[in-house]
Nanobody, 124 residues
């Protein structure tokens, strides 16, 4: 089992950057593939990025590709999401999630463990 805590959200202006952090506690962080999702008010949870357990492979939807970067430090049990060139439509609560195994996935139902989320608000 793993517990996840996100941090790093905030209020920024369009074009700014943020780095979100997800700290994991529990056992064997490096045996979990990880993902970031977001949910805006009145909308479904949306896939943002995923990374394999080793960090070798990553995946992004077109909406954030070339702006967001997912990474992990298995020695520190930490997952990151670098958000650049932020837009007002990126405003949402951002969640990190973990799934046992090596392979990344882009659907929320594939993930077993979730953090409580961190709010990102981008003003125009």
């Amino acid at each position: 089992q793993v517990q996840l805590v996100e941090s790093g959200g905030g209020l920024v202006q369009a074009g700014d950057s943020l780095r979100l952090t997800c700290t994991a506690s529990g056992h064997s962080f490096d045996s979990y593939a990880m993902g970031w999702f977001r949910q805006a008010p009145g909308k479904e949870r949306e896939f943002v990025a995923s990374i394999s357990s080793s960090g070798t492979y990553t995946n992004y939807p077109d909406s954030v590709k070339d702006r967001f970067t997912i990474s992990r430090d298995n020695a520190k049990n930490t997952l990151y999401l670098q958000l650049n060139s932020l837009k007002p439509e990126d405003t949402a609560v951002y969640y990190c999630a973990a799934r046992p195994g090596t392979h990344l996935r882009d659907v929320a139902r594939s993930y077993t463990y979730w953090g409580q989320g961190t709010q990102v608000t981008v003003s125009s």
